[in-house]
């Protein structure tokens, strides 16, 4: 076991429902360990402005229904500086805080690892990302509240897309990543996806649009990650329209809706899990590596392999959603 006797925890990058589940759990344990704990505001921005509070258990009642998180979160462009990680680094050493849980995803990694290069304080990282596209674990705090919250958006748009048979292009977040349009095209039944990770033909879609109404198959919803290599839902949207100026297309983005709102049971629990373990791993002498889950267990995975690899969708998954569109 480390020396371990004081820690403190943060939030950073964009906001993930579970957030705050996280957070909870890294108080309490610590708390329970004999643990000082403090909580930093608004991520690395917080950290070099000192913005630094002690927190126990009664800090966090309440709180691990709520979505966003508590400690709030920013992007620090200080933090890339050499002079703003000193800053940062004093501010620790004036709490004497010896470890660190950072909740976030690559950019947080990536800020952690560079600042252990240069300062004895070890990080122990959480993924809390809704896009669900960190390397070293099957999912992140947040994606299974935003798979969710975007079926039960597409959900409310197929009624409208039945009742004046349209044909919808929904857009849905995940930035280079297609895990959040994969999981709810196949959650809401839908006849196509557009994936970042796979090249996908606008004339291929075009004539299976157009075969679909031959057969008078209701088809009326395709679903496309912001990431997409052909463009965004509008721009495929309009490419359909032009080669098919018969069909009636509406585009609909549900954009932010998918970061916010009460974490499901699902992220609840995987946050729970994963700031306990966070705290035992830092009391281990662990340090400079991303927490995650891998077949329901506790793994650990360098930053900086945890940054440089890519985390792949899963093929069969993308067959099985193509043969259950037919």
């Known amino acids: ?5 004081r820690i403190a925890v943060f ?17 309490r344990t ?28 009664s800090d966090v009642a309440n709180i691990i229904q709520r979505g966003g998180t508590i400690l709030k979160t920013a992007r620090s462009e200080a933090f890339r500086t050499k002079e703003g990680r000193k800053l940062a680094y004093e501010n620790l050493a004036a709490h004497d805080i010896d470890g660190v849980v950072a909740i976030g995803g690559n950019g947080t990694y990536t800020g952690a ?9 070890p990080f122990v990282g959480l993924p809390g990302t809704i896009d669900n596209d960190i390397y070293g674990t099957d999912y992140t705090i947040g994606f299974d509240t935003a798979i969710n919250t975007a079926i039960e958006a597409v959900d409310k748009i197929r009624d409208t897309a039945d009742s004046h048979n349209r044909l919808f292009f929904v857009e849905v ?32 879609l075009s004539e299976f649009l157009r075969k679909s109404v031959k057969r008078q198959k209701l088809f009326n919803l395709v679903i496309v990650a912001e990431g997409n290599k052909n463009g965004d839902a509008s721009a495929i949207a309009n490419q359909i329209k032009q080669l098919n100026p018969e069909f009636d297309v509406r585009v609909a983005i549900i954009g932010h809706l998918q970061r916010g709102g009460s974490p499901t049971a699902m992220d609840r629990v995987l946050a729970s899990r994963m700031g306990h373990s966070s705290v035992k791993a830092l009391m281990r ?14 793994t650990f995975t360098p930053f900086k392999e945890a940054v440089a690899k890519t985390k792949p969708v899963n093929k069969d998954l993308v067959r099985m959603a193509e043969i259950l569109a037919l």
């Open 1 to 5: 076991m480390s020396n371990i006797k």
């Open 11 to 27: 939030t950073s990058g964009g906001d993930a429902p579970g957030m705050n589940a996280a957070v909870r759990a890294v108080v």
């Open 30 to 57: 610590a708390v329970y360990h004999d643990l000082f704990v403090y909580g930093i505001q608004r991520g690395y921005d917080g950290m070099i402005r000192g913005d630094i509070v002690r927190m126990d258990v």
């Open 113 to 121: 690892d560079i600042f252990m290069s240069e300062y004895n304080i």
């Open 173 to 204: 977040m995940g930035r280079h990543s297609g895990f959040i349009a994969l999981h709810t095209g196949i959650g809401s039944g839908a006849g196509a996806i557009f994936l970042p990770e796979i090249d996908s033909s606008i004339e291929e």
């Open 285 to 298: 002498g662990e340090g400079g590596v991303a927490l995650g889950i891998i077949n329901d267990k506790i």
